[in-house]
């Protein structure tokens, strides 16, 4: 955003430095809930129960086929 405005490509449009922060605040917020890490959850049998290892934790599906 800051090449564009040094530019002078936004001069015309009638935004303000504030309405510049509010759309890259904007589109922050989406790009982030976009591209957000997602979290593995555990497997669950045909019972509807998650399958846990000897240890106790929850298996990976990479765990339950070795």
Known sequence: MDKRV???QLNN?????????????SFTATLKG????????????????TE???SGTAATTA????
């Not at 449009?13 to 759309?23: A, E, P, Q």
């Not at 591209?35 to 019972?47: C, F, L, S, T």
């Not at 765990?63 to 070795?66: A, G, I, L, N, T």
């Open 6 to 8: 040094d530019s002078g």
């Open 63 to 66: 765990e339950k086929k070795d």
């Open 34 to 49: 976009t591209y957000h890490a997602r979290v593995e959850y555990p497997d669950e049998d045909e019972n509807g129960e």
């Open 13 to 25: 449009t009638g935004l303000t430095l504030k309405d510049l922060k509010t759309i890259i605040d």
């Open 52 to 54: 846990v290892d000897s």
